[in-house]
């Protein structure tokens, strides 16, 4: 991978750059739709690529081990060929599903027993056969294996299992050095910051992910219910150590309000399950604020969605929109969904160009109070 910082804010710590990989270039900052299964929930790949124009889509490595199987992925060539996905691929390592379904798993020191959360059969992960999974998938970015700690949790609690995720960091980094690609393109291993909310946990994260000298750094167990000013400030911290000149990836983060803030503190890259879950239950993102469009004020509104959107987000009226979901029409769930990558995607390219000229920090200010306002 290849990474490049065209330009960076005057007033912030917001910068644009380009990523290089074997399937593609990514300008940041960017936000990947998330793929859990290796499908955007009711969204073609097409309409991703042409419509909303996604540059890089996450995949789960937890879920596609368990269905349909790393057989199947294999089989077809990986993730790419299984699913004509041909841009760049980041998969999570499961840590997040490990810490999610913590009823039915068992950390240990040699990695995590759990139960499959479809039908309750047994599995391991270790941080070895979680990198062997993820490269058997074929995805250009593999995360390492992790545990996301909870919020809130204890000191001591985050503290060993800080030091514990940074031994299974230096047992995944041998196995990947050890392990070719499987289909002759080059994949990128990303360590994850952890530590909580505790600012010296955090710090430590940080200087150990930094000395690992791996070409891109993520920044976990944030955005887990922790209140908003801790999470910019843990981001903040920890931003100012990681390398400058690597990408920083900010995990599962977040409302367009959160990945603005979090631009300006020198994040690169974002993921979250929101614009997609909050669409199937009828919840708009717009440049005037947020919108739910079940309410009856807008049952007679033939406004576009977002008049100040893209193309294709003036193309649909709020009460035909309205009328889709309040009937449990399955394209009611595709159009919300698509508006609101349309619409991430769109606020991420407008957010570059300000950093390219040297006014983000400004228009952040003035644009944030917008996005959070309840229409």
Known sequence: MQFSILATDFNSNARAGIMEFSHGYVETPVFMPVGTIGAIKGVSHETLAEVIGAQIILANAYHLYLRPGMDVVQSAGGIHRFSTWNKPILTDSGGYQVYSLSPIRKISEEGVHFRSHIDGSPHFFSPENVIEIQM????????????????????????????????????????????????????????????????????????????????????????????????????????????????RYLMGVGTPANILESISLGIDMFDCVLPTRNARHGLLYTWEGVINIKNEKWRNDHNALDEQGCSWSRKYSRAYLRHLVQSNEILGAMIASVHNLCFYQDLLRVARRHIIEGTFRIWKDKTVPALEQRL
């Open 136 to 247: 058997k998938i074929g995805a250009d970015i593999i995360m390492a294996f992790d545990e996301c700690t909870p919020w809130p949790c204890t000191y001591d609690y985050a503290e060993t299992s800080l030091h514990r995720t940074h031994r299974w960091l230096d047992r995944c980094h041998a196995h990947f050095e050890n392990t070719q690609p499987y289909y002759g393109d080059a994949q990128v291993l990303a360590p994850i910051v952890q530590g909580s909310t505790f600012a010296e946990l955090r710090k430590i994260s940080a200087e150990y992910v930094t000395a690992s000298g791996m070409p891109l750094n993520a920044i976990g167990g944030l955005s887990v219910g922790e209140p908003v000013e801790e999470m910019y400030a843990m981001t903040s911290l920890v931003c100012d150590i990681l390398s400058k000149e690597k990408p």
